[in-house]
């Protein structure tokens, strides 16, 4: 008579091994499948990126930069600290807001108001860019980057210096 010990070791090996190559079965399935799919989508990606290779040069014309200032003319350009408060209280925002209009640090305009540093060339042209806006362009991008709070705050700094203008002629009309 066979060792029990014996055979229900080997019996339980053999219900091992079998429970494990179901496992794996199912596991080798499921990795053929994921390989199927890499495999398709990198064929996939390849035609996109050859479409896109010959549209892109249709479709799309280099983008020409709107309002550029030739650099022989931006030496005349002015950009004093002076000139930058004055620019940026005539549109009626703060530091923070005007900065960011120009794509900068607040702390960047707080330097250039401060004289401590001066405006880049590109930040300058983007100042001359803002400077020379039409009040319904400035408004528009006003609208556009700092919402609708800072236009009504713009909108009530010009009221109030309507205001101040008329009482001011009142003033010199009765003297």
């Known amino acids: 008579m066979p060792n029990v010990q014996q055979v229900l070791g080997e019996e339980i090996r053999r219900l091992a091994k079998k429970e494990a190559r179901a496992a794996?079965?199912?596991?080798?399935e499921q990795i053929a499948t994921l390989k199927?799919?890499?495999s398709e989508q990198g064929k996939l990606?390849?035609?996109?990126?050859?479409?896109?290779?010959?549209?892109?040069s249709i479709v799309l014309p280099p983008e020409e930069p709107k309002n550029e200032i030739p650099p022989?003319?931006?030496?005349?350009?002015?950009?004093s600290p002076d000139r930058i408060i004055k620019w940026r209280k005539k549109i009626g925002v703060s530091q923070t807001q005007f900065a960011k209009l120009l794509g900068v640090s607040h702390l960047s305009v707080n330097h250039w108001e401060s004289g401590k540093t001066e405006p880049r060339e590109a930040q300058k042209q983007r100042i001359v860019e803002l400077r020379d806006m039409g009040k319904r362009e400035l408004k528009a991008l006003i609208l556009e980057r700092l919402g609708e709070k800072i236009a009504k705050r713009r909108a009530r700094l010009a009221s109030k210096a309507k205001a101040n203008k008329a009482e001011a002629a009142e003033e010199t009309t009765e003297k």
């Open 24 to 28: 794996i079965e199912d596991l080798k």
């Open 72 to 79: 022989e003319d931006m030496k005349a350009v002015r950009v």
């Open 45 to 56: 990606l390849k035609e996109l990126s050859k479409l896109t290779n010959k549209t892109a």
């Open 36 to 38: 199927k799919t890499v």
